[in-house]
Nanobody, 124 residues
Framework: QVQLVESGGGSVQAGGSLTLSCAVSGYTYTTYGMAWFRQAPGKEREGVAGIDDVGNTIYTDSVKGRFTISKDNAKNTLYLQMNNLKPEDSAMYYC??????????????????WGQGTQVTVSS
């Protein structure tokens, strides 16, 4: 059974940093595309960052230069390093995995497996 479990969320002040982790079990995800998404109350789900099997990445414009997506294949874990956080980054953050290899994307239609989410709250 495929499971994605996020951790690392919390409350920080603007300008602070957090690192989110997504532990993957049930399959070896190294050849699959993965991504982070977020959803704030009353807003649509938004793709944040994506990574492919060889480490190519893609980011939504609002987080470029502040967030970094990465993965540790030995640990079957996906990460999102978030620096210089802003109040508008507050949301529930979800990791997702595709069921096949693909170029880095943050289009949710390409992702089959989803975690339960971890909350990030940034205060001004």
């Amino acid at each position: 059974q495929v499971q994605l479990v996020e951790s690392g969320g919390g409350s920080v002040q603007a300008g602070g940093s957090l690192t989110l982790s997504c532990a993957v079990s049930g399959y070896t995800y190294t050849t699959y595309g993965m991504a982070w998404f977020r959803q704030a109350p009353g807003k649509e789900r938004e793709g944040v960052a994506g990574i492919d099997d060889v480490g190519n990445t893609i980011y939504t414009d609002s987080v470029k230069g502040r967030f970094t997506i990465s993965k540790d294949n030995a640990k079957n874990t996906l990460y999102l390093q978030m620096n210089n956080l802003k109040p508008e980054d507050s949301a529930m953050y979800y990791c997702a995995s595709s069921a096949h290899n693909l170029r880095p994307t943050i289009d949710p239609d390409y992702f089959r497996y989803w975690g339960q989410g971890t909350q990030v709250t940034v205060s001004s």
